[in-house]
């Protein structure tokens, strides 16, 4: 018997802004969606997930490798588990999600790679789910560049990121009044970590850094002195992990989390 439902929200991005006009080709990271999520099953919960527009996942190249994973078998689990698992494939919209009741869920992950900074991070329905979560102190576990999708539960969030992209971070904090993670203690990818992605893999800068925005926003950012080390920050309900290698600690404070929810 299932201890609850867990909801996965996925990005549907394939490409994100570049600075200099144009788009580079991104996705969400293979080992950031299954590794919790098989924790997640493997703890006895279950897992649902959903996407804006309720289409699975586009998998980053980048990620599709085993050196992201313990070893080849590993990854050829991780392989076989997104391709064919029931819960990686029966997907949701968010609207619809919503619409079925968010009371049904335990909590709630956002994996990473660059997708949710196009999509998530401004989605309407992604703002409406998280802010139910809050407000009923749900464990929201997000990981990498998943962390940036919080910004959306504030009420401007399509103004802020237009600041931000904009280089008027003035103008984005005003944005950012009223937000509900202000304050909390949480990671993201670094921005040290972005620089090696944009020199090796997207060959191009980005608008913005993803510490910079949560910090504009508010939130109490940390990140590691070395990058790419495992790094996770749990305060009060929401669970943040910096980077790819930070899935399997994440996972673990997430199904710790979740146990303790449904205890109480």
């Not at 576990?141 to 971070?169: D, K, Q, T």
Request: hydrophobic share 45%; glycine share 8%; net charge negative.
């Amino acid at each position: 018997m299932s201890k609850g439902k867990v909801l996965v929200i996925g990005s549907n991005a394939t490409r994100i802004e570049i600075q200099g006009g144009g788009w580079g080709a991104t996705g969400q990271y293979l080992n950031e969606t299954v590794v919790p999520a098989m924790a997640v099953i493997q703890a006895g919960y279950e897992v649902v997930l959903a996407t804006p527009n309720g289409t699975k996942p586009h998998i980053d190249a980048a990620s599709d490798s085993a050196q992201h994973f313990e070893d080849e078998a590993a990854y050829r689990r991780a392989k076989a588990f997104f391709a064919e698992d029931p819960s990686m494939n029966e997907v949701r919209t968010l609207r619809a999600v919503i619409e079925e009741g968010l009371d049904a869920y335990a909590g709630v992950f956002v994996p990473g790679g660059q997708a949710p900074v196009v999509d998530l991070m401004q989605d309407a329905d992604m703002g409406e789910i998280l802010r139910h979560f809050h407000d009923r102190a749900k464990p929201t576990a997000l990981l990498c560049h998943g962390p940036i999708a919080v910004v959306s539960a504030m009420p401007h969030v399509r103004e802020f990121r237009s600041a931000m992209i904009a280089g008027a971070a003035e103008k984005a904090v005003e944005w950012a009044r009223g937000w509900q993670y202000a304050g909390y203690k949480m990671t993201v990818f670094s921005n040290t970590e972005e620089k090696v992605v944009e020199d090796h893999i997207l060959h191009a800068k980005l608008y913005f850094n993803m510490v910079d925005a949560l910090k504009v926003a508010g939130g109490d950012v940390s990140t590691t002195t070395v990058d790419f080390e495992p790094n996770v920050i749990e305060d009060r309900e929401l669970i943040t992990g910096q980077n790819p290698r930070s899935d399997h600690p994440l996972a673990a404070r997430l199904v710790g989390a979740l146990n303790r929810s449904i205890a109480a």
